[in-house]
Every structure is written in C-alpha cells, then in structure tokens.
C-alpha cells in the first residue's frame, strides 16, 4: 500500500481541503473513493503542535474533505499540516 499524504498551508477557519488530483489518483489506484458523498479515513497533523486527529471525514463536492468544527479549531494558525489518506 502506497502512502497518500500532502502538505498544505492552514493559518485561518477552513471548513474544506481539497485532495489535489495526483493524491484522488494514488488513492483511486489503491481503491479508496475520493468523490461526492464518500467518506474517507484521514489522519491530520498540525506540524506546529503535534496534534493529531485520525477518523473518517465526509468527501463535498469538488473533491474536499470536510472539517467539522473541532478540526477546525485544532488546525486555527497551524501554519502547516499533513493530510494522509488511510
């Protein structure tokens, strides 16, 4: 199994993270869905402060995932974070 993660700057309230289309086709390879209406299971990493959620997420449309509140709050002037898809 291949692993699917990226970086992406987080500073502010992001309620969405789009998946770039090199990581929707590495993870369609290994059989996760990234389209509408799936869900997904993500670990998430503030590279500032270590903290770490892993769960299921919803997939909106447009190729994104979802981040429900706490998430949210966690990521809030991050800098940095790692998304990998499990």
């Known amino acids: 199994m291949q692993l699917i993660e990226w970086e ?4 502010g309230y992001e309620e969405q993270i789009i998946i770039p289309k090199e990581q929707r086709d590495l993870a369609a390879e ?11 299971a993500v670990r998430i990493l503030n590279l500032n402060t270590g903290e770490t959620y892993t769960g299921r997420l919803a997939i909106t449309g447009n190729h994104q995932i979802y981040l429900p509140t706490e998430i949210q709050k966690m990521l809030e002037d991050a800098g940095r974070i790692r998304i990998q898809l499990l």
């Open 8 to 11: 992406v700057n987080e500073n």
């Open 30 to 40: 290994e059989g996760i869905g990234t389209e509408n209406k799936q869900k997904v």
